[in-house]
């Protein structure tokens, strides 16, 4: 099998069968087959001898052969048997074997055969495993990294169907390991950390890894400060453990480039050479040159090249490249080291063979935005201005493919600086701005991150002040006093929390007071800009006819008008902004409190209030990412409501959805009480609709009626309301939001019983309606 060394370690090795080495000793599988008994006993044993021989160490061709002949007889005999989770193994460990042998499409062949098995029956577990071994099939190079990436998502909701919240863990690390190699680094993270909060649940103590990744993937996001948090944690706990694999490597190595970001290079250093020590000690020639060009770029920034250059060439001889990969790291430095010596001829030959190895090969486990940024750098430095702008284009449309922020601010600035350089100074200014603009996106992003961070540290903290006190009460205080410290908790806890909903109700309200000063605020100022432009035109009228050789300044004077209705849009769409920045803090809030909290009832309504400031916000964040700044789609919209409710009550499985809605945009004045009525009905219908595991629909409608009204139809099919309720006298909060919200809309409210509960809600558009093209 190939193998492919990168920035990060694929542990491929761990977790990919059902079991590498039989639970039953071999000696004792052998006499069970030996006795010839037709039975599922004797079928599970050729299969755990199959796997044996699959993957006994030191293993030869004939080994292999011998394990699809014990894999052929477990079949016949649970074909005899119609032992169906039997076929199954079978078709497994074929795929297993021939994939061992080379011969990839039987390999491929045998694998849809144990999917569908495995899926038809509902075996979630071993459908799990099979797709997390065929991530073999692909490496991480081109297109074939999000077919691998496919497979780990396939193999987590297998084992989230399983209930098995380990593998979970796992397969969340290993897709926001592959995540960051497309630099997909918001992604990577969220997944980071719903694996480091699994595997916290199960009492795991081997976190190195994840906080390694939380650590490097920080960083790329330009959050250096949680990179070298999370660096440091991971250091701690290897070394704890006494590491001694390949691992250690890269952490050290990450760590490393963290220290690099934050300027200190003396700490940068130490760890690189610690990170270079361990790659020589396991002589992986790719780690080595990786390494050696960390530490050549740290001399570059202490001015250094030549010193760079002897260090790198001498590194490049002792361990020549091998891959595309290694070769990328080489030209890449090598054209670095060139232009900073000024010696072009050299830089551009290494940048020549850079560019024509990512054309043909690929960029590999490498990021592509640094490539790139070299080699935009060297072209500005060389003056290939042309070549510069075409490679600025290009690494502009990769990063927004990948959604990497910090890559996007980094192409604005050089695209700034190639303006500047060719007095293109409109566009420079133009470039900068969306530079600031991201880095201010990417400080939102930090703000959200370290407000989790402290999170995670308070809930460390806390864990182990309990620890100390439960030590301590059990020397000290008898029952008696352990009933009043349990009483006195249990008050503190409700205490903090109506404290705590008072806090949230404060935030709403000066939330809500807060919107309504900029809305003020803002109409005030167009008013006097609008007077102002009246007043020149006025002007203007005037002059035209008495000179005519001042229709130049009523053109100037037009262009400022033009100007301050740009300007009137940015500052809408800035307020968008800010109130969608300031829900979703409130939603972190919420979510902050809810952690703390054990009474089911008040987690239930911590994340119904999480859902309605979703829906609030949701409006705001389509404002300000959309030209229209007064009207929403409501088919988008609609759909991302129920979307987020399905996910967030994780009934994916359970639960389908049907939605029409006609092609339409409604004033924001009346999407919002309609994404509110919407969140309250999808939320019942999750919430008490389909207990256990049953399965159901939910159906929501908007169309429009003959008399120009609308009428929004949502329903479910599941068991309906309870016989002793009555819908339209029922004093609950999400009935008396419906209500609520109707009334204020003027729609006429309808709640039926048949086959399960159905909404219908009819209302006019006073506004205009906004066909969508």
């Excluded at 990436?149 to 193999?155: E, G, L, T």
């Excluded at 994840?210 to 706990?237: C, H, N, P, Q, R």
């Excluded at 361990?278 to 060009?293: H, I, M, Q």
């Amino acid at each position: 099998m190939k193998r492919f060394i990168f920035l990060i370690v694929l542990c491929l090795s761990t977790g990919f069968v059902v079991a590498q080495s039989p639970a039953v000793p071999v000696q004792t599988l052998r006499t069970i087959v030996s006795r010839n008994v037709a039975d599922t006993n004797r079928v599970n044993a050729l299969l755990d001898l199959s796997r044996y021989y699959i993957f006994k160490p030191g293993e030869h061709a004939h080994d292999l052969d011998t394990a699809l002949l014990m894999t052929r007889q477990a079949r016949f005999l649970s074909q005899s048997l119609q032992y169906s989770k039997g076929l199954a193994l079978a078709d497994f460990n074929t795929f297993l074997a021939l994939f061992e042998k080379g011969d990839n499409p039987q390999a491929h062949a045998f694998s849809k055969r144990a999917i569908e098995r495995f899926t038809r029956h509902g075996y979630w577990q071993e459908l799990g495993v099979l797709y997390e071994n065929m991530t073999r099939f692909y490496t991480i190079e081109g297109d074939e990294l999000q077919k691998k990436i496919d497979c780990y998502q396939n193999a987590m909701m297998a084992f989230r169907r399983a209930g098995n919240k380990g593998k979970q863990a796992d397969i969340y690390k290993e897709l926001a390991d592959h995540h960051q190699i497309q630099e997909n680094y918001t992604q990577a993270l969220i997944e980071l950390q719903q694996s480091l909060t699994l595997s916290r649940e199960l009492g795991r103590t081997d976190l190195e890894r994840i906080y390694d990744l939380m650590g490097f993937v920080s960083s790329k996001l330009g959050d250096y400060k949680e990179g070298l948090t999370y660096g440091l944690l991971a250091v701690k706990i290897a070394e704890a453990r006494n590491d001694t694999s390949i691992q250690l490597c890269t952490t050290y190595n990450r760590l490393g480039l963290t220290y690099f970001a934050l300027g200190q290079f003396k700490q940068a250093d130490a760890y690189f050479q610690k990170s270079i020590k361990v790659a020589r000690y396991f002589k992986e020639n790719a780690y080595v040159l990786n390494l050696a060009g960390n530490i050549a770029k740290l001399l570059l920034q202490e001015r250094k090249p030549q010193t760079a250059l002897r260090f790198f060439r001498q590194q490049v001889q002792r361990y020549p490249p091998v891959t595309a990969e290694s070769k990328l790291i080489v030209a890449h430095r090598f054209m670095d080291i060139y232009a900073e010596l000024n010696d072009f001829r050299q830089a551009q030959q290494q940048c020549d063979h850079l560019l024509d190895i990512l054309a043909k090969k690929g960029n590999g486990g490498i990021g592509a935005a640094p490539l790139y940024e070299s080699t935009i750098r060297f072209l500005i430095k060389s003056k290939q201005y042309p070549l510069a702008h075409d490679y600025l284009q290009l690494n502009e449309a990769q990063c927004r493919k990948n959604g990497s922020i910090t890559g996007l601010a980094k192409n604005n600035l050089l695209w700034f600086k190639l303006d500047s350089i060719q007095a293109r100074y409109h566009s420079a200014i133009q470039h900068y701005q969306q530079y600031m603009v991201l880095q201010d996106s990417l400080l939102n992003v930090t703000k959200s991150r370290q407000i989790a961070q402290l999170e995670i540290q308070y809930e460390s903290e806390k864990k182990d002040q309990d620890l100390k006190l439960k030590q301590q009460s059990i020397q000290l205080l008898t029952k008696q006093s352990q009933l009043q410290q349990n009483q006195l908790h249990q008050a503190a806890i409700m205490r903090n929390s109506i404290i705590a909903g008072a806090v949230l109700l404060a935030l709403l309200l000066a939330l809500g007071y807060n919107r309504y000063q900029l809305k003020q605020r803002n109409n005030q100022l167009l008013e006097a800009k609008q007077i102002e432009i009246n007043l020149k035109n006025r002007s203007l009228e005037q002059i035209v006819q008495e000179k005519d050789h001042l229709l130049i300044d009523k053109e100037q004077l037009l262009l400022d008008k033009d100007q301050l209705l740009e300007e009137r849009e940015w500052m809408l769409k800035e307020i968008h902004h800010r109130v969608k920045n300031n829900l979703q803090i409130i939603t972190s809030l919420l979510h902050s409190q809810g952690s703390f909290l054990k009474n089911s009832e008040a987690l239930a309504a911590i994340r119904e209030s999480q859902n309605r400031v979703y829906v609030m916000a949701l409006i705001h964040q389509k404002l300000y990412l959309s030209d229209r700044l007064s009207s929403i789609a409501m088919d988008e919209y609609i759909r991302e409501i129920v979307d987020y409710l399905i996910t967030t009550f994780n009934k994916g499985d359970q639960v389908q959805k049907k939605i029409v809605v006609a092609p339409v945009s409604f004033d924001v004045t009346l999407a919002v009480p309609l994404g509110l009525i919407l969140n309250e009905v999808v939320t019942n219908s999750l919430k008490f609709a389909f207990p256990a595991t049953r399965p159901g629909t939910i159906t929501i409608e908007l169309r429009l009626e003959a008399d120009q009204s609308y009428r929004l139809i949502m329903g479910d099919d599941g068991i309906g309301f309870p016989a002793d309720l009555n819908p339209g006298q029922s004093r609950t909060l999400g009935l008396s939001l419906i209500r609520g919200l109707s009334e204020q809309i003027e729609g006429m409210l309808e709640i039926c019983r048949q086959n399960g509960v159905q909404i219908r809600l009819t209302f006019v558009e006073d506004k205009k309606v906004h066909p969508l093209v």
